[in-house]
């Protein structure tokens, strides 16, 4: 091999070996500003997550689907037309209804929760049931109640995830059993 070729090889071997460490500072580059995108991004999923553990006992999942089922739908829906006629009359009605929410939430602090119920229809049997037979038991059992069927499956998926129930699929049916409990 000669001086010239040899020399010829190194400068190759220089000038590959710098475009190798400018490409790994480059991927360095990269990879410290994605390190640092995560590290934003798993603070502020912590803060959600205090947040939410801070304001569970505002938020609690089993209470949510009542505040919803205890106002019929009629009543929903001859709001709509109300609200859009007139400005004069919306604040006499919005004080009425603010009334009827305080009154509301005062009786509902009687009521057992929606789970509760559920859970008390679903200890009732060994085999796994429905949702809407069990939608339809409750509303024969407690006919003050008219949970809507997506209210119940919501209630129901919210003890599921809590661990509460257990959810069986057998084929497009999806059914729910109480999870036995070894302290009972």
């Known amino acids: 091999m000669t001086s010239q070729s040899a020399a010829t090889l190194r400068s190759r ?16 580059k990269e990879l410290e500003d994605r390190l640092t995108v995560l590290k934003q991004e798993a ?3 912590a803060d959600i997550i205090n947040l939410a553990e801070r304001y569970e006992g505002f938020a609690d999942a089993n209470r949510l689907p ?6 019929p739908a009629v009543t929903r829906a ?11 009359s919306a604040p006499a ?20 929760l929606l789970g509760d119920l559920l859970s008390e229809l679903l200890g009732q049997y060994e085999q796994p049931r429905p949702a ?14 008219n949970p809507t069927p997506q209210v119940v499956r919501n209630t129901l998926e919210s003890l599921v995830a809590k661990g509460r129930i ?10 729910y059993s109480l999870v036995e409990n070894d302290s009972d």
């Open 66 to 71: 009542e505040q919803v089922q205890d106002e």
């Open 13 to 28: 071997y220089v000038a590959q070996a710098a475009s190798d460490l400018e490409e790994n500072r480059r991927r360095q």
């Open 78 to 88: 001859n709001q709509k037309p109300a609200r859009a006629s007139s400005r004069r």
């Open 93 to 112: 009605k919005s004080s009425t209804a603010t009334t009827t929410v305080k009154a509301g939430a005062k009786r509902k602090s009687h009521q057992p």
């Open 132 to 145: 809407k037979e069990l939608r339809e038991e409750l509303l024969q059992k407690h006919p003050d109640r």
């Open 43 to 45: 603070a502020l999923l």
């Open 166 to 175: 257990r959810r069986h699929k057998q084929e497009r049916s999806v059914m």
